[in-house]
């Protein structure tokens, strides 16, 4: 099994539609979590940190599941320019020197057209 | 802007050529981590530095030579490289031991591409 599992889509959806991906992990000591955006040709940028059972910024929601391991982003309202690839990342452990590292999934691509 | 700068942005490199990518980071941070992305894989890290001590060393060819000379400069050194490694060399930073850190933050990558 992947240490960090998402479905690569990709989701293509209209615009104002929901939109959910979820995003599995193997670890059950993982600490951290994030979801990140990634443009095309372009690096990641973080979207949103989960550190308890979730958070919500505007239209993003991001929610954790620790009994059934996974996290989940739902996306309101879609926008066109919310077409990109999100990428979900796990922060396996709380121990050891390189405890700051992170895993990533293989993204799941989303477009939103007109 | 991430505060995270790497130079050059595109590189084009024979498999005899050595050179050298450098990274930035502007945020304060004291680690510093080298991924490769390849088409349709997940990203791969290659190196961590925490407090400019190498601390993982992900199974990376000895072609790839990491330095990091303080908690703000990361380089990679490339030298006989393979088609293979062309890709998109990504650069991040973040803060660890702090409750709510561990976010890293990117630079925009260096494209490689080794003919």
């Known amino acids: 099994r992947k240490e960090v599992e998402q479905d690569p889509g990709p989701f293509n959806v209209p615009e104002g539609a929901t939109v959910a991906f979820n995003c599995t992990y193997s670890n059950s000591a993982s600490q951290s979590f994030f979801w990140y955006r990634q443009d095309c040709r372009k690096e990641p940028k973080l979207l949103m940190s989960?550190?308890?059972s979730g958070n919500e910024d505007g239209r993003f929601t991001a929610q954790l599941n620790r009994a059934s391991q996974y996290i989940s982003l739902l996306i309101r309202d879609s926008k066109l320019s919310d077409s990109a690839t999100y990428l979900c990342?796990?922060?396996?452990?709380?121990?050891?020197?390189?405890?700051?590292?992170?895993?990533f999934g293989q993204g799941t691509i989303l477009t939103v057209h007109p | 802007e991430t505060g995270v700068t790497q130079t050059p942005r595109h590189l084009v490199m024979g498999m005899t050529n050595k050179k050298s990518l450098k990274c930035e980071q502007h945020l304060g941070h004291n680690a510093m981590y080298w991924y490769k992305q390849s088409a349709k894989k997940p990203l791969e890290l290659m190196f961590v530095?925490?407090?400019?001590?190498?601390?993982e060393n992900n199974s990376v060819p000895s072609r790839f030579s990491p330095e990091c000379p303080n908690s703000s400069h990361l380089f990679l050194h490339l030298h006989t490289l393979q088609p293979e490694d062309s890709a998109l060399y990504l650069c991040?930073?973040?803060?660890?031991?702090?409750?709510?850190?561990?976010?890293?933050?990117f630079g925009p990558g260096t494209r490689l591409t080794v003919t």
């Open positions: 989960v550190y308890s």
């Open positions: 991040a930073s973040s803060q660890m031991g702090t409750v709510g850190s561990y976010e890293q933050y």
């Open positions: 530095y925490n407090f400019k001590e190498q601390t």
């Open positions: 990342a796990v922060r396996p452990h709380a121990g050891g020197t390189s405890y700051g590292k992170l895993t």
